[in-house]
């Protein structure tokens, strides 16, 4: 719902999907009929991972705009940068921060360094699927997508590569109910008896 309320409401044709909330963390096509997994995360979503790290600073929930705020004012801290091939991992991103505010890292470097590492991350993973793929479009979706330097980021490279980058306005960037009934407008031929699915996912539907 959420790949297809945003492809709505740009106007797009056939878009690369980065989809980034607390649970998924994914780049996808649509290809033969159906949605493909190019990569995804190898262990935790990216929003998940990011809202672990909120409580470790003691941040509260939701974590996002807290980090997103204390980053402006931090400088870069190395952390691991972990992609293999289309995938990426965040774990290990986790666990180095633990230790590095243990040992009295600022919370504004880690903020920093965390959005810049993860996002460089998605950066490079979604550059690959443009590369891959030959396709002109990037959309981001997910509760992620609401911070501005991961935007930022994503729209710098598709500047550089002559691609357009796209996201869905902030009212739309979390679960909504717009999303559940244009999904279920598209899909209203295409069932006879619907029922409930839980952990669907996306490259089954």
């Known amino acids: 719902a959420h790949l297809s309320i945003g492809k709505k409401i740009n106007n797009l044709e056939d878009p690369v999907y980065l989809y980034v909330s607390g649970v998924n963390t994914q780049a996808i096509v649509f290809d ?15 929003g998940n991972m990011l809202d672990k790290f909120g409580r470790l600073l003691g941040l509260g929930f939701p974590a996002g705009p807290k980090i997103e705020g204390l980053a402006k004012k931090g400088k870069y801290v190395e952390l691991p940068y972990t992609v293999k091939g289309m995938d990426v991992s965040f774990s290990g991103i986790l666990t180095k921060v633990k230790q590095l505010y243990e040992q009295g890292i600022s919370k504004e470097d880690l903020c920093f360094s965390i959005q810049e590492t993860c996002f460089a991350m998605m950066t490079e993973v979604s550059e690959r699927a443009l590369a891959h793929t030959g396709k002109k479009e990037l959309l981001l979706v997910g509760g992620v997508g609401a911070n501005k330097r991961f935007c930022e980021m994503l729209r710098i490279m598709c500047e550089e590569r002559g691609a357009k980058f796209f996201k869905v306005p902030m009212e739309l960037v979390k679960d909504n109910g717009a999303m559940i009934a244009w999904e279920g407008y598209l899909r209203k031929d295409e069932y006879g008896d619907v029922g409930v699915k839980t952990f669907w996912r996306i490259d089954e539907v």
């Open 32 to 46: 033969g009929g159906k949605y493909r997994v190019m990569g995804e995360t190898l262990d935790i979503g990216l």
